[in-house]
């Protein structure tokens, strides 16, 4: 499956930059969703908003300045051209994705509760498809054992 160097990253500088890239677009892309799902609860403060909405409100208060942090982190990277190996960056890349992903679930099912399962379940699958995609698309002798 290709070697893997002692910092867990893959040795193809190549795939190094895409994964920056990646988390760039990821990033920006949750931090877009969220400022225009968040907007709602701050232009309308008269009435009173429910539990979901203010999970939603909280998880991307916590999210926000969290991938902005990231974003700029990529820019570092993509211009050193190396990624940083730390488990601050990665516990921080979790808390950002998962209270990103918190936020737009509440706020789904602050709408109405099928749209937050909805999108639960969808995301999921689509999780599963993108692993198995790149599985079969990084490490082609694998899929043809399946």
């Known amino acids: 499956m290709g070697d893997a160097p002692q910092d867990g990253f893959p040795n193809d500088p190549a795939l190094r930059q ?3 890239r990646q988390h760039n677009l990821v990033y920006a892309g949750l931090i877009a969703i969220g400022t225009i ?4 609860f701050l232009s309308d403060l008269s009435t009173s908003v ?3 909405g203010k999970v939603c409100v909280l998880s991307f ?5 969290l991938l902005a942090a990231l974003v700029m982190l990529s820019w570092q990277e993509t ?4 990624i940083v ?3 601050v960056v990665g516990v921080t890349r979790w808390v950002a994705q998962l209270s990103a992903l918190g936020g737009v679930i509440s706020g789904f099912w602050h709408i109405w509760w099928g749209a937050g399962v909805a999108v639960l379940v969808s995301g999921a699958l689509a ?9 079969r698309v990084e490490w082609p002798e694998s899929a043809e054992a399946d």
């Open 37 to 40: 799902m968040v907007q709602p």
């Open 79 to 82: 211009f050193r051209r190396r």
């Open 50 to 52: 429910d539990p979901a």
């Open 61 to 65: 208060a916590v999210a926000i300045p």
């Open 127 to 135: 999780l599963c498809v993108f692993s198995t995609g790149y599985v």
């Open 18 to 20: 895409e994964w920056v």
């Open 85 to 87: 190996d730390s488990r």
